[in-house]
């Protein structure tokens, strides 16, 4: 081979050996990306609550007494479990009981009072029935008998009239009793006492029309416990009692426990600067699964609309606009394709035709440079114990 020849090949190796230095310099870099392999699984149809929930108990009331009065005995104390029909507090009442006293007093002599008309009563008849007898003998006059009859008559009335006080004063004792109950409350069922307002000595003051003060005693009953969640009016019409829905509490994350709509209110709650909403409750299958649990916990509940099994799902973030999605092609490049969807929640949207088992989406949208055609680079899956 000539010399020239030897020199023109190397040029020509080495002209080629910069193009390829600057194609590779000023290729376009490729795109790291999170992709989420195509698989089977079961998709839901559901809507949440659009403001924290909270745990409600079945039965619970605030209790005060009818009447104000000094506390004089305060029989339990706060976090106690009660009986119903057990005594919780009393007033101080001393002049009532003195005036049932009285009052019973007043039934005994009463009840006395009746022993000794009636017995007038009785002697007074027997008399004018003796008086007829000797009148119809001829022995007395029968003014002699309309005396005696009359007498027996007016004996008889006292009588009644003695009964009728016995009756008056019996009320009166009743009367007492209810004003003394005005003074005392009752466990009216089984529960816990949440709060107690007010100590042994101290006014406590039932709240008058139209002013809040705090009840004397906060009772719970904690063995029925259902959530209650706001929802957005716009899904309210979606809801139907007995629906399925699964629940959540802050207090115990990445948990949640099925249950069933049991209620929906029947108006819209308007709160102010915010959107209006229904409120529904919703009860737990289990009512043991989630453990002790505390009236007023926040939770969350998710109504569950449909749900199908063993479809093809995308997850949600991967979805563009218009039903679109990237696709991490073999070429080593991005792919755009259009999909057709069904069922969807925030998590998973079923593909009914598109994408096949095995397809890798992109998920990771919101990075630069993530859009069809642009090259890629799979970015792995972060590992345990990795910041």
Do not use: H
């Not at 209810?178 to 709060?195: K, M, N, W």
Request: charged share 25%; proline share 5%; with cysteine.
């Amino acid at each position: 081979m000539s010399p020239w020849i030897r020199r023109l090949s190397v040029a020509f190796v080495v002209i080629a050996l910069l193009g390829a230095a600057v194609w590779w310099l000023g290729r376009p870099k490729p795109v790291a990306v999170v992709a989420k392999e195509i698989n089977r699984g079961t998709v839901e149809s559901s809507i949440a609550n659009t403001r924290a929930g909270t745990v409600e108990a079945c039965q619970r009331t605030k209790l005060s007494t009818i009447m104000g009065g000094r506390i004089e005995v305060l029989a339990v104390k706060e976090g106690d479990r009660v009986k119903k029909g057990q005594l919780l507090m009393k007033l101080w009442n001393d002049d009532q009981q003195a005036q049932s006293t009285l009052a019973m007093a007043q039934v005994a002599t009463a009840r006395q009072r009746v022993n000794e008309a009636c017995a007038q009563a009785v002697n007074a008849e027997r008399e004018a029935e003796r008086q007829k007898a000797l009148r119809d003998r001829g022995f007395v006059s029968s003014s002699r008998e309309e005396s005696a009859r009359t007498e027996a008559q007016a004996k008889r009335a006292a009588c009644a009239a003695a009964k009728a006080d016995v009756a008056q004063f019996q009320a009166k004792v009743d009367a007492t009793r209810v004003e003394q109950g005005r003074t005392v409350l009752y466990a009216p069922f089984d529960g816990t006492i949440a709060e107690i307002v007010g100590e042994v000595g101290e006014y406590s003051t039932p709240s008058p029309p139209g002013v809040q003060t705090p009840p004397a005693i906060d009772l719970i009953d904690d063995s029925c416990l259902y959530v209650k969640a706001p929802m957005d009016e716009v899904d309210a019409p979606k809801i139907l009692v007995g629906q399925p829905v699964r629940i959540s509490l802050d207090a115990l994350p990445k948990k949640s426990f099925p249950g069933k709509v049991k209620r929906i209110a029947p108006y819209v709650s308007a709160v102010e600067k915010q959107a209006r909403t229904v409120d529904i409750e919703a009860t737990f299958d289990d009512p043991s699964a989630p453990g002790k649990l505390l009236v007023g916990y926040s939770s969350d509940v998710e109504v569950i609309l449909a749900a199908r099994a063993n479809v093809i799902r995308v997850p949600t973030s991967a979805l563009l606009e218009g039903g679109r999605v990237l696709v991490a092609g073999n070429g080593g490049r991005l792919e755009e394709r259009q999909v057709k969807t069904g069922l969807a929640n925030w998590e998973y949207t079923e593909v009914l035709d598109g994408l096949a088992v095995g397809d890798r989406v992109v998920t990771s949208l919101e990075r630069a440079g993530v859009k069809a055609g642009a090259p890629y680079a799979i970015e792995a899956p972060a590992t345990a114990g990795t910041k």
